[in-house]
């Protein structure tokens, strides 16, 4: 009974460099969140996919970031020409369902480090 | 701008006491209401969830909403040294979207 996924658990990254994370969804569950939580602080909502459709990139920034869900494979959480702000521990999450009373079940996280 | 508030603490409780963690939110019309624990390093592991007004109980933990003063809270009953961690108050805000709004969270701290 695996849980949600992600990989790598620990990315470093200099300046510049591209940064992809991965995230497998639970088992039957077809709706995937990403969450980005920078040291110190809360967790802050990027975006919400389901497959092969973004439903809210509302909490993504504007440039560098972007996100997909494909037919086949797992989420891609993509971060172009990192800087240093960018470190910080992103968050996959997935739901059975978009019912809003659905239970967000979170992954390990990936931690990413900007040198 | 939609917020969920909770005092950061840290919250210090003796073993064995109950430990009350208090959260508030901005908008309304919000419908569904989570409570995570996440330890130091960790990801955020659901608790309790809550949609209706009242209490809800489930085993050492209470949650407990009131909607007209916007607020919701956690209660853990004889506190555990293994109840030490941060306590994310969530709270999905839109009517037919998905997203979480937390709280800062509350470090909480269980005295042996």
């Known amino acids: 009974n695996a849980g949600v996924m992600q990989n790598p658990r620990h990315l470093v990254r200099r300046r510049g460099q591209e940064a992809r994370l991965r995230c497998s969804p639970m088992?039957?569950?077809?709706?995937v969140y990403w969450y980005r939580q920078l040291p110190e602080e809360g967790l802050k909502f990027m975006v919400y996919?389901?497959?092969?459709?973004?439903?809210?990139e509302s909490g993504m920034p504007k440039e560098r970031f972007s996100a997909e869900f494909p037919k086949e494979g797992p989420s891609i959480l993509r971060i172009q020409q990192v800087v240093r702000g960018d470190s910080a521990a992103y968050f996959c999450?997935?739901?059975?369902?978009?019912?809003?009373?659905?239970?967000?079940?979170f992954g390990p996280g990936t931690r990413l480090t900007v040198l | 701008q939609k917020e969920v508030e909770q005092n950061s603490g840290p919250l210090s409780v003796p073993e064995g006491a109950i430990a009350s963690l208090n959260c508030t939110y901005s908008?309304?019309?919000?419908?569904?209401f989570f409570w995570y624990r996440q330890y130091s390093g960790k990801s955020p592991e659901l608790i309790m969830f809550?949609?209706?007004?009242g209490d809800k109980e489930d085993g050492r933990f209470t949650a407990q909403l009131n909607k007209a003063s916007q607020y919701v809270s956690l209660l853990i009953r004889d506190s555990q040294p293994s109840d030490s961690a941060t306590y994310l108050c969530?709270?999905?805000?839109?009517?037919?979207?998905?997203?979480?709004?937390f709280g800062q969270g509350t470090r909480l701290t269980i005295n042996p």
């Open positions: 999450a997935s739901s059975p369902r978009d019912s809003p009373t659905d239970t967000q079940y």
């Open positions: 088992k039957g569950h077809s709706h």
């Open positions: 996919l389901q497959k092969e459709n973004i439903i809210d």
């Open positions: 908008d309304r019309g919000s419908q569904s």
């Open positions: 809550i949609y209706s007004n």
């Open positions: 969530a709270v999905n805000m839109d009517q037919g979207a998905q997203k979480l709004v």
